[in-house]
């Protein structure tokens, strides 16, 4: 009825479907776009090129997707890189001065004139570690009317190296002044402000920036401040333990070194007992070793096994 009614002037149906072809598969348009252009609404635009064919949409909306998310990890890359240009983090700028030979120089006569290591150290720049592992507390707690002071104070070391884990050794914000001084030929300057970075050298987060530092927002943590931070976390923990640490076998009476060794074994038993599948049951058949095996058990084994 249509074919005998229709003009051969009148315009196709087809045209409209030809324009959304184009505007979405060769210039790559959006939905919302292409309604605008011909005055429709985005889905009449998506159901018409689904009627067109279904698996070429498909596959072009995963593309555009798979490829917007690549621009937006690029677009989020350069923002932070333009956010760091910005804010410089302050042990990279220190990580660029101390390439500088002249810069060392001025360091190494100062060094001499201290007695602590460990901040000498920090001036030569100590990378960031890697975080250390840390167990599950659930699984990790003991109970701690059991626990000793001896074991007390591992634990409470453990907790201060995953703490240093995330800290790097850097010298003090007047090494930032340094290789001003040296392009002006001030070395008496230069010496000055390298013995006060070397004073004040010690450890700082990986994301402090340099205005954070200066403006002393962030401090940098020297050595002895955070050996104290041990010791207050050793002694408190100390504090609330009751159970003594117990003697050494060498201390102890013959009688004592008895009853310790039988407790040892009887806890190796009991731990072997526990670990023995065979041994899990109360009732049951006599098994190979003796040992009584759970009826349901073995029928789990043998479902398993697929016996």
């Known amino acids: 009825m249509w074919g005998k009614v229709r003009k051969e002037g009148c315009p196709q149906k087809v045209d409209k479907l030809d324009g959304y072809f184009n505007a979405f598969y060769y210039c790559r348009m959006k939905l919302v776009d292409i309604a605008a252009i011909f005055n429709v609404t985005k889905f009449a635009v998506e159901k018409g090129l689904k009627r067109f064919d279904i698996e070429a949409y498909n596959f072009e909306r995963e593309l555009r997707k798979s490829q917007n998310k690549i621009k937006r990890k690029e677009n989020d890359r350069v923002r932070k890189q333009k956010e760091r240009e910005k804010k410089p983090l302050y042990h990279l700028v220190v990580k660029r001065i101390l390439k500088d030979p002249e810069v060392l120089h001025i360091l190494r006569q100062v060094s001499g004139r201290l007695n ?116 207050i976390h050793i002694n408190e923990s100390i504090a609330m333990v009751n159970a003594p640490d117990q003697p050494a076998l060498c201390d102890m009476s013959r009688k004592e070194k008895i009853r310790i060794t039988k407790s040892w074994l009887a806890q190796n038993k009991a731990a072997e007992k526990a670990a023995a599948w065979n041994t899990s049951g109360g009732t049951g058949k006599k098994g190979k070793g003796g040992g009584t095996i759970n009826i349901n058990d073995r029928q789990a084994f043998s479902a398993i096994n697929g016996q």
């Not at 920090?122 to 001896?150: D, K, M």
């Not at 001030?186 to 920036?209: F, H, M, N, R, W």
Request: with cysteine.
């Open 116 to 231: 602590n290591d460990e901040q000498v150290m920090c001036c030569r720049y100590i990378p960031c570690l890697e975080r250390i592992f840390h167990p599950i507390p659930q699984v990790a707690s003991v109970n701690l009317g059991t626990i000793t002071p001896s074991k007390t104070t591992k634990i409470v070391d453990y907790e201060i190296r995953a703490m240093r884990s995330i800290l790097i050794g850097v010298p003090g914000p007047d090494i930032l002044e340094i290789p001003e001084y040296l392009n002006n030929r001030d070395k008496q300057s230069a010496l000055k402000y390298a013995e006060s970075a070397l004073k004040t050298a010690g450890y700082i987060t990986s994301d402090a920036s340099v205005a954070d530092v200066q403006d002393g927002r962030i401090k940098i943590i020297s050595p002895t401040e955070l050996k104290n931070l041990k010791n």
